[in-house]
Nanobody, 115 residues
């Protein structure tokens, strides 16, 4: 199995920035897509950003221009740089990777944007 460990969450004021990191370890053969999802209070889970092994990216409309996803294939890590954070970005953020027919998930990290 693949284990995902996230870090970088926390409390930040509106307009601030955070960088989330996710490290994958375990039975890694060939990871395809890496991405970040979030679940806000009272809301369903939504895709925030994703990046393929070839570097193609996809973002939710609500975060375009503010968030940037990147990956380091040699280190099996994926990052999410979050700038100009808004209160509506408050959510639990989950790292996810796909390999073959499997999808793996991190434990989630809390991001709270509040003054």
């Amino acid at each position: 199995q693949v284990q995902l460990v996230e870090s970088g969450g926390g409390l930040v004021q509106p307009g601030g920035s955070l960088r989330l990191s996710c490290a994958a370890s375990g039975s890694i053969f060939s990871i395809n897509t890496m991405g970040w999802y979030r679940r806000a209070p009272g809301k369903q889970r939504e895709l925030v950003a994703a990046i393929t092994s070839g570097g193609s990216t996809n973002y939710a409309d609500s975060v375009k221009g503010r968030f940037t996803i990147s990956r380091d294939n040699a280190k099996n890590m994926v990052y999410l740089q979050m700038n100009t954070l808004k209160p509506e970005d408050t959510a639990v953020y989950y790292c996810s990777v796909t390999q073959s027919m499997y999808a793996y998930w991190g434990q989630g990290t809390q991001v709270t944007v509040s003054s």
